[in-house]
């Protein structure tokens, strides 16, 4: 099983500065294979990237993900109060896929 | 505008199953180019994946749940479904059901999941 090490677990950011959360995974895989998921508190989690950095439909450009092997990287470059969340990344390149446990992205 | 909502009792009783349904809404769940997955969150843990389906029935299950778990599809009412047998405390959660994508034109279970259920509180108790 692929697993999944997000850091760091919590992220204090101030609004209008940088965030980089980290993916690292325990065994090497495409980048084509990697996926990044927001959730705000009682809601399900929405797509941002796939492919380690393909935006999903409707992703503000200050979203970007990269990373291959087995270090990848979601930034946000000028954070917006909506960002403030958890987040998760997702490996699907072999069975069983699986997710990170998270790191929550809070107001510095 | 593709939807997605769970449907199912909410309360289940230890050793008993679980039941939910999926309903699909403005896209067919006969397409071609997706999967179909169910995905469960704990209260205030992580997400898990439980395992996926084609609307041709071909399945694919986590390990960690395959002797306890059964998808099916029923095309004809734009549904998919979970069975979760044998249950106890630990399968309580937040369980979602999704879309799944693979970024290409075609299907294949290696996908990312791109449009996701309101997800249904599912509890095991007695």
Redesign the interface.
Known sequence: ETVLTQSPGILSVSPGERATLSCRASQSFSS??L?W?QQKPG?????LI??AS?R??GIPDRFSGSGSGTEFTLTISRLEPEDFAVY?C?Q???????????TKLEIK | QLQLQESGPGLVKPSETLSLTCTVSGGSISSSSHYWGWIRQPPGKGLEWIGSIFYSGSTYYNPSLKSRVTISVDTSKNQFSLRLSSVTAADTAVYYCARASSGFHWATPDAFFDNWGQGTLAAVSS
């Open positions: 084509s294979y996926a998921y809601q399900a989690p929405r797509l796939y492919g393909s999903a439909t998760y997702q699907y390149v072999r069975l069983p896929y699986s997710f990170g446990q998270g």
